[in-house]
């Protein structure tokens, strides 16, 4: 893989035509790698594509629960464009999911997780950011297992909501599933990280551990 910066799309060259889950290789429209800034200090993760980001092919684009997130990146200025953009114009930002086809009548199974995770691994590893953001109970239920010390299960994405969780090399800083975000969660989310992450030095956490 490769880190030079060609494109926000796939930067990372990531196999369009993996055959590891063969139930989502039958049903999915295309594979959904990451999207972004491979410089970039923060990492949003969801669980999987929504039948938009499957669509359009970028995580977090393509309906009204995508451009709730990209009003909330403008906000925090990693997005130029307009929310509704398939392909945001970014800065400083990467988003991805913990799994990367989507099946139509089901969310991911424990075992399609794991078998991507090498993907999500591969880009945590490239990019190396400060922040990373847990988008949904799925994905910081994942994230919490690899870099806190906490149980996974003790978390509630409900309760941490814009909140910061120091972990072990990272920061997680959670927000709720987009299509459950009212404006007072994105509001709170863009406060918090405008006040308690911009206002200080988050960089001093930045680890290069591997998982």
Known sequence: MDAHQRQFRNPFSMDTDCTNCSALCETREQVVHGYGDVGAEFLFVGEAPTAAAERTGVPFTGDEAGARVQRILGDLGFVRS??????PDVQNVFFTYLTRCRHPERGPTDDEVATCEPYLNAEIRM???????????AALEALAFDYTTRAADSFDVDAEHATTIRGRGFELVPMKEPERLTDADAEAFVEHVRESVFGRDYRQTKGRQSR
Do not use: L, S, T
């Open 127 to 137: 990019i190396n950011p400060h922040i990373i953001v847990p988008v949904g109970q």
């Open 82 to 87: 307009e929310p509704d953009a398939d392909e």
